[in-house]
């Protein structure tokens, strides 16, 4: 599945979504976040594809959010976006929790991010960036509240920093090796290392059992809305549930028997779950 604006390519087991706009600093349209909506689903209900890798085109940006060329010229959809409820805008569907896809995500961040492009990053489970990227949110220089973004960048970095991106609007830009100390991203590498690291992640994820990955990623990120005890009931649960899937046997049989192991088709529960 690809399109003008994105590009989905599929190695192995690993699928690399390239936003595909380097002329506009690959700036999402409304057009494009639909198609992001349909890309997870593709994701989530394919067995072949057991880890993504989100990048942007070119080398001069990642994303740097919406772009602002519809809100400027008065684009209907653009200035009804927030005039549904949350779960209702095509705004919160760019990513692979958002969407209910719990596959595990790599963002390889190839330039500068800003705004919007902060959602990928948000809800990303491993990041790695080059050396290159830069890092900041204008959306109060535009006249724009900086919500959505902040408040997911909360939940992994410190509340300063979030504030500092947020409140400065990009007057002071946060540099690689910025993101790498406050732990917006795991790893600076050179420009043309990033893709290569980040498919040599992909394909070690990739050779575990899918369900048992997808089952450990939904207990993480749906314990930071549900705090300690709830959390930990959910990721028993979970946990109880993968007892009947054949990988949880697989695994062990595999290993005294010193062979690779083959794992088990995802369970429809974990493709298709309804939003709580």
């Known amino acids: 599945m690809s399109s003008e604006n994105l590009i989905l390519d599929l190695q192995d087991h690993v699928a690399v979504l390239t936003l595909n706009r380097p002329d506009r600093h690959n700036a999402l349209t409304f057009p494009m976040m639909r198609e992001l909506a349909a890309v ?9 594809i057991r880890c993504v890798i989100v990048t942007g085109a070119g080398s001069r940006a990642f994303c ?17 976006a ?21 596959k595990p995500v790599i963002t390889a961040v190839n330039g500068m991010v800003c705004g919007g492009g ?5 809800d990303s489970d491993l990041i790695i960036a080059a050396d290159t990227a830069t890092f900041f949110d204008n959306h109060v220089a535009m006249g724009l509240v900086a919500g959505l973004e902040p408040v997911g960048l909360a939940h992994r970095i410190p509340l300063e920093t979030v504030l500092r ?7 002071e830009r946060m540099n690689a090796q910025e993101a790498l100390a406050c732990r917006l991203v ?28 997808m089952r450990t990623k939904q207990a993480i990120w749906e314990s930071l809305d549900r705090g300690l005890h709830a959390g930990l009931q959910n990721a028993w649960r979970l946990i109880a549930e993968h007892q009947s899937h054949p990988d949880s046997a697989e695994g062990a049989r595999a290993f005294t028997g010193k062979r690779a192991p083959v794992w088990g088709p995802v369970p429809d529960s974990l493709k298709h779950q309804p939003d709580e």
Request: proline residues 6%; contains cysteine.
């Open 82 to 102: 927030t005039e549904v409820s949350l779960e209702e805008s095509p705004i919160f569907h760019l990513t692979a929790p958002q969407n209910r896809c719990w």
């Open 118 to 122: 902060f959602h990928f990053l948000a």
């Open 186 to 213: 795991g790893e600076v590498l050179p420009p043309d290392q990033l893709l290569t690291r980040a498919l040599a992640l992909a394909s070690a994820i990739s050779r575990h059992s899918p369900s048992a990955l």
């Open 64 to 80: 740097t959010g919406m772009d602002l060329g519809d809100l400027s010229a008065g684009d209907a959809e653009a200035l009804q």
């Open 165 to 171: 991106l947020a409140l400065l609007g990009g007057s």
């Open 40 to 48: 997870w689903e593709r994701v989530r209900d394919d067995d072949g």
